[in-house]
């Protein structure tokens, strides 16, 4: 009977905690730890990084070998239902709701050893797509710009303008965060897509990574899968000293 009584209470401090941590106003989308979740790209290699741009957990979402020019590089859409569907449709039906807290946050990493031309500008855009509000974007030179070799990466002012956000959080590595519902956001539906685009003057390559991709907001709530899981398994300990107290 203690020990039952002993699992009941650490299993309700536990799934307490949890709570607390669901209620921290953050919902990951993605962090690229079991593969690339789905994301492809039109004109570069993209591949899990255990070295670069790592922010969350063991594994970062690597812009290989990225040449100079305009390119569409890489994107995913989601459709109907998973976390990363979940979060997306969070965020957009928090929007709706009139919140203009709501967020999207990610980790920005760069590696330029094997450019040449130094310096020479380079850019990051980004895109947003969905269901009920359509395409929305910050194109090549309204989101992160710069001289690589120089000020890479730097917000633009029309950036800066709309209350982004760049934190530096090291060496070669940034946080941003984008407030949604001024020039780039989402609508609730059953059709989500993100994408960056790239555009740049360098000669040779360069590597660039994205990590710990996020939604927020003071009423996103979402828990970690990883505390997910360990809610279902908490539970079933739950039912199991109920049944052994009959």
Known sequence: MRKTRLLLSLS?????????TAQA?????????????GWTAANATLANSSTLGVTNGSSSL?????TGGFKNDAGVSTVGSGPAFNAWNQAATRLFAGD???KLEFD??????NATNLPAFGQLALFLNSTSVGFTQYGTGQLIGGNLGQDFPRLDPTAVGDGVTLTSLGPNTVHIAIPLGVRVGVGPGTFYQIGFKTNGGWGGTVDWAVDNMRVTGANIVAPEPASATLAGLLGVGLIVA?????
């Open 12 to 20: 309700a401090v536990a799934l307490a905690a949890m709570a607390a």
């Open 25 to 37: 106003g953050s919902a990951l989308i993605y962090s690229w730890e079991g593969g690339l979740d």
């Open 62 to 66: 690597l812009i290989d070998n990225l």
């Open 100 to 102: 203009t807290d709501v």
């Open 108 to 113: 920005f990493s760069y590696d330029h050893a």
């Open 242 to 246: 109920a049944r052994r107290r009959r």
